[in-house]
Each structure stands twice: as C-alpha cells, then as structure tokens.
T-cell receptor
Framework: DTAVSQTPKYLVTQMGNDKSIKCEQNLGHDTMYWYKQDSKKFLKIMFSYNNKELIINETVPNRFSPKSPDKAHLNLHINSLELGDSAVYFC??????????????FGPGTRLTVL | AQKITQTQPGMFVQEKEAVTLDCTYDTSDQSYGLFWYKQPSSGEMIFLIYQGSYDEQNATEGRYSLNFQKARKSANLVISASQLGDSAMYFCAMRVWANQAGTALIFGKGTTLSVSS
C-alpha cells in the first residue's frame, strides 16, 4: 500500500491554465506539506497543514492555493500558470508538525511542465 | 540563519567500498533533527536515517550510518559496502521551526553519488 500518493505524476499544460495536484496519505498522520523542487533540484517548503489547519505558508504567490478537506488529503491548486512554475511538487506527511524528531514521508512527486 | 551545506556536488565510488557524504548545518536551536533522504533517478524521495540533537549515539540503519559531530555541526552520511543501486542524489535536511505553529525541513543542495562496478 502506498503511504503517500500524488496524482497526477506528470502534468503538462499551457501558460495561463489552472491545474490541481492531489495528495493522499494513509499513515494516519496529522500534518501534511507541499514542497517544490526546482530545476536545480533544490527543495523548499511551500505550505503545511496540521489537521486541516494551515500552519505554514511560505512566500508563495497567491496563485497557489492549498486545500485540506480532511487530515488525510492535501490538494494544491495553481491558477494562471507561468513558465516559472515548472518544477516537481512533492507532498509529504508527518505524524505531527512540531517535534524536531518527526520524520516526513514523501509522495512520488508531480512533475509540472508549463509550456 | 539556519542552513544546511553539502559541499560535494558529486561523489564516485566503486561497488563494495564505503563512502562518506558530507553535511554541515547551522542552527541556534538546542533541539533539532537531522535527516538524510535519497532521490534516485526515478524521482521519489526516500527517507534513510534520522539523528536527534540529543541522541548520544550515532544513528544506524542497515548499511547507513550517520557520523554526528555536534561540536562541529556536522552530520555526515556513511554508506558501507556500496551497491549499484545506491547511485542517486542524497539530501541532508534539518527540521526547523518555520513559525510558532509548525516545523518544516530545510534541505542542502544535494550530492550525486555514482557507484561503479
């Protein structure tokens, strides 16, 4: 059974379109995250939700809107896609969001290409 | 500022040899966690090993061990008896407080490990 899953795995779209990425975890974790990995492979936190509540919102354009319908799901909607949004987006989850010991488990990633 | 530094963009090793991937970190927190992840060419991020700042023993997980030197602020990953399947990018990460509500990982730039036969 996949612990953290994401759909779709690949997403190719035109500039200006709106797209969504979905994430689900079956680990029973309370906290979920979105990370962005750029073309140089650098990973950076975008958002984090704890039990459906947004707790981390880094400096991300407001075209990006996360939504967590329940603690097992975290979606990412992106409006008006731009070329610079091309990246790999990773969803992750952890048992809770505060302890330094808490291990994050990552989904397989969604490779977004904006043409 | 909190930071993770990986100074080796690429490392090359032969099968069955041991290899050390360097990681230094900077934080003023007393309690922190250090992690290593593996990213093979298929793209997924695989958790390898964790070390807590208060852990007195170095962490080990199978062929992976973490050489934790707190005074030097280093957390090097040691892979013993390298295998071809170890060829991947390796990221060192640290759990930091993003705000008062929650923590997140900050990552180094990664080291690409190539294992040859």
């Amino acid at each position: 059974d996949t612990a953290v899953s994401q759909t779709p795995k690949y997403l190719v779209t035109q500039m200006g379109n709106d797209k969504s990425i979905k994430c689900e975890q079956n680990l029973g974790h309370d906290t979920m995250y979105w990370y962005k990995q750029d073309s140089k492979k650098f990973l950076k936190i975008m958002f984090s939700y704890n039990n459906k509540e947004l707790i981390i919102n880094e400096t991300v354009p407001n075209r990006f809107s996360p939504k967590s319908p329940d603690k097992a799901h975290l979606n990412l909607h992106i409006n008006s896609l731009e070329l610079g949004d091309s990246a790999v987006y990773f969803c992750a989850s952890s048992r809770e969001g505060r302890a330094s010991t808490d291990t994050q488990y990552f989904g397989p990633g969604t490779r977004l290409t904006v043409l | 500022a909190q930071k993770i530094t990986q100074t080796q963009p690429g490392m090359f090793v032969q099968e069955k040899e041991a290899v050390t991937l360097d990681c230094t970190y900077d934080t003023s927190d007393q309690s922190y966690g250090l992690f290593w992840y593996k990213q093979p060419s298929s793209g997924e991020m695989i958790f390898l090993i964790y070390q807590g700042s208060y852990d007195e023993q170095n962490a080990t997980e199978g062929r992976y061990s973490l050489n934790f030197q707190k005074a030097r602020k280093s957390a090097n990953l040691v892979i013993s008896a390298s295998q071809l399947g170890d060829s991947a990018m390796y990221f060192c990460a640290m759990r930091v407080w993003a705000n008062q509500a929650g923590t997140a990982l900050i990552f180094g730039k990664g080291t690409t490990l190539s294992v040859s036969s």
